[in-house]
């Protein structure tokens, strides 16, 4: 499932429209925009790989062609250090807009996304281990009889496992189509942090 690196509220009951990107994420860009152009850790980032990194952030989170400048940042020189990244999320706050597919997957696929998205991952896992339960159950002789309209038959198990099985089922079945749907409207770079710090470091061009 999705890992987000940026917090979003434990008390939403569902997964909120808009995600604003915190300091661990800026966190993270800093150090790979370091590691992907070969800058070591303690040297600060030249100021064109960090204007070049704030446009395609800005472009990829719909906030459109942002011009870095140094009079914007109140650069000393050339060189970025962190503390100016500290200061671009704090200025600018850029905010992740989901649809409502993307809400509706973020719902199914992390947990912690929402207070709705916990309650279906515990009855899930509730329906997984009831599944299971079950399984190892209806297969100890304790729990078979022969059919009711036949003494003689071999013994099967309780009716009430098919039952059980019938309701886990449905549970897994209508959130496997929850997923399925809303797959095809997916921004995959605004669900996982991960995939948006790739597209940022990223050398090959974005669509307009």
């Not at 925009?33 to 030249?46: A, E």
């Not at 020189?77 to 999320?89: H, S, Y």
């Not at 509706?104 to 947990?111: E, K, N, V």
Request: aromatic share 10%; net charge negative; hydrophobic share 45%.
């Amino acid at each position: 499932g999705s890992r987000n690196l940026a917090t979003m509220s434990d008390w939403n009951w569902f997964p909120p429209e808009s995600r604003q990107l915190d300091t661990q994420f800026f966190r993270a860009l800093f150090s790979m925009l370091k590691r992907v152009n070969g800058i070591r850790d303690n040297d600060p980032l030249p100021a064109g790989i960090f204007g070049r990194a704030m446009s395609r952030l800005g472009m990829l989170v719909g906030a459109g062609r942002m011009a870095i400048t140094d009079e914007m940042w109140k650069l000393d020189g050339t060189d970025v250090g962190w503390w100016e990244m500290v200061q671009l999320g704090r200025n600018f706050r850029f905010c992740i807009i989901w649809s409502w597919p993307e809400r509706i997957f973020t719902m199914l696929d992390d947990p912690t996304s929402s207070i709705l998205s916990r309650i279906i991952s515990t009855v899930v896992l509730s329906m997984i281990l009831l599944s299971s339960v079950s399984f190892i159950m209806s297969t100890h002789p304790g729990m078979m009889a022969p059919p009711e309209d036949c003494d003689r038959c071999a013994p099967v198990p309780w009716a009430g496992f098919d039952r059980i099985e019938f309701v886990c089922i449905m549970v897994f079945t209508a959130e496997y189509l929850g997923r399925v749907a809303t797959v095809p409207f997916l921004r995959n770079e605004l669900i996982e942090d991960e995939t948006l710090l790739a597209r940022v470091v990223d050398h090959e061009p974005l669509a307009n």
